[in-house]
């Protein structure tokens, strides 16, 4: 099978680990030490993990978070969860297929003992958030357990290779995700008093205000005093023809597989969403150096930063606004994607389709904050506080000071002398948290220096990096908050320390001091090494990727502690402080295909995991089903192993379109475990597979 691993990256390093041997189907596979199996599936080219019960339809990941059912495979005899289990030499993993029975589970006779624990607080969800609240109780010698079901402490931060944004004294602008997650886990090893938990899943809380935690595989009951739920956010679907099919799925999976496991999953990317996820996954998409075909985003313009949007486009990605899916086709995996443009009420508008060959499709549409534990915590009337995403959805900047506020308010329930909350720290969170201002037209130029940074970020965000390195002082912002644009007000000596700190790529140095006529632009890049070298001729774009001609490399430096190139391009005068980037890709304009738009909407999956249609649903609400429990009774939506996670808001938002108010609606009832759990847990029985059982026997 044709490996699709990375092995080379502008900013992340593979790290060396053994191989694995296992069989998918019959097949020999090979995977890495510690590999998930979704991902070795992905490396060794398989996307089709399962095979729908009701219709026989192929399935693969959607989530790779561990809260939906649709990456299941059979590996050695047991149901699992691909995107959560570890590969082990041998395993034998296959398609999961339908109702098709199992091979027998034998269980240990002998009951294990369930330990209990008692900590002052539990802090659920090792982020941004909970790892900047377990640091604040942890310098007051609170005792603290902090839990995550990661491997990895940092949540979505170890995705993140690009740089941060906000405040460089405050929340590590200018330093990107990946370390920001290394820096907060770091940290804690300053607290003693602070224990951190990976591989721990939460399963419930229960009403006698015992936590259930699964770490591997003993089950620990934890009596906290307060309990603090910092589980983030979980990503929205989206209902259309086709989104089932094998290659449809999250940005967050795709990121885990790219960046995480430094697997290429995909040749060909659409995305849908013009949000900061969608932007920023398709920059990281070609860090991995995977063709994005285009960007949609419905509204009439992105609502991720313009930086964010400007980088992809620079590059030559085409963005279309006002624009919305209308299917995704493929016979067993998925083979292209149609759009349309959409009126003022965002209804496609026939004659608009265009159709792009695709091998996967990114739903980037928003996030739905994970605070199942908050609630029930409030319900069995324990002392409960929430932070991050999980209250409410924001940057990672903004989620390490509500992680902070947040510990206070732990702090003062337990009693603890503490001094006051800064009141900068809610001014700073509230400014963290605003969405982009306006977007100002770049300023004409003031000055006469013989070199000078052009600052192309013009949209008011939430950021300073630049102010704060520069050795002269000489970047100022034009305000005082940190959401204003910043400005070169005095001498620059070009030694690129704004250009390779800006975490928008935003900032180009021009330099006039070796040829006055002719002078030379140093524009950061980080797509790959080895793409351009010094003689070789690119074609420069400005700040919103228009085409600025042709420019002869002068040459490139490396700058590894960055993990940042800077291409120093001979420029023509009249373009030398327009030029913001290098085009790497020409756009695709996609294809002219007359499409019914109304085809198969009613066939539209809702519910993945019972597969039930958005047709059957549409005519329960019309024959007047108001609560979703019925709703459930009746077509099994939200009945599957994900627990209605992922088409709860689909549901709801069927009933607004179907002109129902969704307070007229009744909502699901909660289960009272977030996730699948094999029952012998919780008795401590240990429970081993149909392989280790004959192995046990073997010595007799």
């Given at each position: 099978?044709?490996?699709q691993?990375i092995?080379?990256h502008p900013?992340?390093?593979?790290e060396?680990?053994?191989?694995v041997?296992?069989t998918?189907?019959?097949?020999?596979?090979?995977?890495?030490?510690?590999?998930m199996?979704s991902?070795?599936?992905?490396?060794?080219?398989?996307?089709?993990f399962?095979?729908?019960?009701?219709?026989d339809?192929?399935?693969g990941?959607?989530?790779?978070?561990g809260?939906c059912?649709?990456?299941?495979?059979?590996?050695?005899?047991?149901?699992v969860?691909?995107c959560v289990?570890?590969?082990?030499?041998?395993?034998?993993?296959?398609t999961l297929?339908?109702?098709?029975?199992?091979?027998?589970?034998?269980c240990a006779?002998e009951?294990?003992r369930v330990?209990?624990l008692d900590v002052?607080?539990l802090i659920?969800?090792?982020g941004?958030s909970?790892?900047?609240a377990?640091?604040?109780?942890?310098k007051?010698?609170?005792?603290t357990l902090i839990?995550?079901d990661?491997?990895?402490?940092?949540g979505?931060?170890?995705?993140q290779?690009h740089?941060?944004?906000?405040?460089?004294?405050?929340?590590?602008?200018?330093?990107?995700?990946?370390?920001?997650?290394?820096?907060?886990?770091e940290?804690l090893k300053?607290?003693p008093s602070v224990?951190?938990?990976?591989?721990a899943?939460?399963l419930?809380i229960?009403?006698d205000?015992?936590?259930g935690?699964?770490?591997?595989d003993?089950y620990?009951?934890?009596?906290?005093?307060?309990?603090?739920s910092?589980?983030?956010?979980?990503?929205k679907s989206?209902?259309f023809?086709g989104?089932?099919l094998?290659g449809?799925?999250?940005a967050g999976?795709?990121?885990?597989?790219?960046?995480?496991?430094?697997?290429?999953?995909?040749?060909r990317l659409?995305?849908?969403g013009?949000?900061n996820?969608?932007?920023i996954?398709?920059?990281?998409a070609?860090?991995?150096?995977?063709?994005?075909v285009?960007?949609?985003?419905a509204?009439p313009k992105?609502?991720?930063?313009?930086v964010h949007?400007?980088?992809?486009?620079?590059?030559?990605?085409?963005v279309y606004?006002?624009?919305?899916?209308?299917?995704?086709?493929?016979?067993?995996?998925?083979?292209?994607v149609?759009v349309?443009?959409?009126?003022?009420?965002?209804?496609p508008?026939?004659g608009t389709?265009?159709?792009?060959?695709a091998?996967?499709l990114l739903?980037?549409?928003g996030l739905s904050s994970?605070d199942e534990?908050?609630?029930?915590a409030?319900?069995a009337?324990m002392?409960?506080f929430?932070c991050?995403?999980?209250?409410?959805i924001?940057?990672?900047?903004a989620?390490?000071?509500?992680?902070?506020i947040t510990?206070?308010?732990?702090?003062k329930?337990?009693?603890v002398?503490?001094?006051?909350?800064?009141?900068?720290w809610?001014?700073?969170l509230?400014?963290?948290?605003?969405?982009?201002?306006?977007t100002?037209?770049?300023?004409?130029?003031?000055?006469?220096k013989?070199?000078?940074p052009?600052?192309?970020?013009?949209?008011?965000i939430?950021?300073?990096?630049?102010v704060?390195v520069?050795?002269?002082?000489?970047?100022?912002?034009?305000?005082?908050?940190?959401?204003?644009?910043?400005?070169?007000t005095g001498d620059?000596?070009?030694?690129f320390?704004?250009?390779?700190i800006?975490?928008?790529?935003?900032i180009?140095i021009v330099d006039?001091r070796k040829?006055r006529?002719?002078?030379?632009?140093?524009?950061?890049?980080?797509?790959?090494r080895?793409?351009?070298?010094k003689?070789?001729?690119?074609?420069?774009?400005g700040?919103e990727?228009?085409d600025?001609?042709?420019?002869?490399?002068a040459d490139?430096?490396?700058?590894?502690?960055?993990?940042t190139?800077?291409v120093?391009v001979?420029?023509k005068?009249?373009v030398?402080?327009l030029?913001?980037?290098?085009?790497?890709?020409e756009?695709?304009?996609?294809?002219?295909?007359?499409a019914e738009?109304?085809?198969?909407?009613?066939?539209t999956?809702?519910?993945r995991?019972?597969r039930?249609s958005?047709?059957?649903i549409?005519?329960?609400?019309r024959?007047?089903v108001?609560?979703l429990n019925?709703?459930?009774?009746?077509t099994?939506?939200?009945?599957g192993?994900?627990?209605?996670?992922?088409?709860?808001?689909?549901l709801?938002?069927?009933?607004?379109?179907?002109g129902v108010?969704?307070?007229?609606?009744?909502?699901?009832?909660?289960?009272?475990?977030?996730?699948?759990?094999p029952l012998?847990?919780?008795?401590g029985?240990?429970?081993r597979?149909e392989q280790?059982?004959?192995?046990?026997?073997?010595?007799f």
């Amino acid at each position: 099978m044709e490996t699709q691993r990375i092995t080379e990256h502008p900013v992340l390093q593979p790290e060396a680990r053994g191989a694995v041997k296992f069989t998918f189907d019959g097949k020999e596979c090979s995977a890495l030490e510690g590999e998930m199996i979704s991902s070795a599936l992905f490396a060794n080219g398989i996307k089709i993990f399962s095979r729908h019960k009701k219709d026989d339809g192929p399935q693969g990941i959607f989530c790779a978070n561990g809260q939906c059912a649709q990456c299941s495979v059979i590996a050695d005899g047991l149901a699992v969860k691909s995107c959560v289990t570890p590969v082990r030499e041998g395993m034998r993993v296959e398609t999961l297929r339908g109702t098709a029975r199992l091979p027998r589970t034998a269980c240990a006779v002998e009951f294990g003992r369930v330990e209990e624990l008692d900590v002052d607080a539990l802090i659920i969800g090792g982020g941004p958030s909970g790892l900047a609240a377990a640091a604040e109780l942890g310098k007051l010698n609170v005792n603290t357990l902090i839990i995550d079901d990661k491997a990895k402490f940092g949540g979505k931060l170890v995705l993140q290779t690009h740089k941060f944004f906000g405040s460089v004294e405050d929340c590590y602008a200018g330093t990107r995700g990946i370390d920001i997650a290394d820096r907060l886990e770091e940290q804690l090893k300053e607290y003693p008093s602070v224990k951190a938990w990976n591989n721990a899943v939460c399963l419930a809380i229960f009403s006698d205000k015992k936590v259930g935690v699964l770490r591997g595989d003993r089950y620990y009951l934890i009596r906290p005093k307060a309990v603090v739920s910092a589980t983030g956010a979980r990503e929205k679907s989206l209902a259309f023809p086709g989104n089932t099919l094998p290659g449809v799925y999250g940005a967050g999976a795709f990121q885990t597989l790219v960046n995480r496991d430094l697997v290429r999953p995909a040749k060909r990317l659409f995305i849908v969403g013009g949000g900061n996820v969608g932007l920023i996954a398709g920059y990281h998409a070609l860090q991995a150096g995977i063709s994005v075909v285009g960007l949609i985003e419905a509204l009439p313009k992105c609502g991720g930063y313009k930086v964010h949007e400007d980088k992809v486009r620079r590059l030559g990605v085409p963005v279309y606004t006002r624009h919305t899916i209308v299917r995704a086709d493929g016979k067993e995996q998925l083979e292209s994607v149609t759009v349309a443009e959409v009126d003022e009420k965002f209804r496609p508008k026939p004659g608009t389709e265009k159709t792009f060959k695709a091998d996967t499709l990114l739903i980037a549409v928003g996030l739905s904050s994970v605070d199942e534990f908050h609630a029930q915590a409030r319900e069995a009337g324990m002392e409960s506080f929430v932070c991050g995403d999980a209250e409410e959805i924001a940057e990672a900047s903004a989620a390490m000071f509500s992680g902070k506020i947040t510990a206070h308010k732990v702090l003062k329930s337990l009693g603890v002398m503490a001094a006051p909350v800064p009141e900068f720290w809610f001014e700073r969170l509230e400014v963290l948290k605003s969405r982009p201002g306006i977007t100002k037209e770049p300023a004409a130029k003031d000055h006469d220096k013989p070199v000078y940074p052009v600052l192309h970020c013009r949209q008011e965000i939430p950021c300073n990096p630049c102010v704060t390195v520069c050795p002269k002082k000489s970047i100022r912002l034009s305000g005082e908050s940190i959401m204003n644009t910043p400005k070169f007000t005095g001498d620059c000596i070009g030694c690129f320390k704004c250009l390779l700190i800006c975490p928008g790529l935003a900032i180009t140095i021009v330099d006039y001091r070796k040829d006055r006529a002719n002078p030379t632009v140093a524009i950061p890049f980080e797509i790959g090494r080895g793409l351009v070298k010094k003689g070789d001729k690119v074609r420069l774009t400005g700040w919103e990727g228009k085409d600025l001609g042709e420019a002869e490399v002068a040459d490139v430096k490396d700058f590894k502690a960055e993990n940042t190139l800077i291409v120093v391009v001979k420029a023509k005068p009249e373009v030398a402080d327009l030029a913001a980037s290098l085009r790497l890709f020409e756009p695709e304009a996609g294809a002219k295909t007359p499409a019914e738009l109304a085809k198969a909407e009613d066939e539209t999956i809702i519910c993945r995991c019972e597969r039930v249609s958005l047709g059957e649903i549409r005519r329960q609400i019309r024959a007047g089903v108001r609560d979703l429990n019925q709703l459930k009774a009746v077509t099994r939506a939200g009945m599957g192993a994900c627990g209605s996670k992922t088409c709860s808001v689909m549901l709801l938002n069927i009933f607004r379109s179907e002109g129902v108010d969704p307070k007229e609606v009744t909502a699901f009832t909660r289960r009272p475990l977030f996730v699948e759990a094999p029952l012998g847990v919780f008795s401590g029985v240990k429970c081993r597979t149909e392989q280790e059982e004959k192995a046990s026997w073997s010595g007799f």
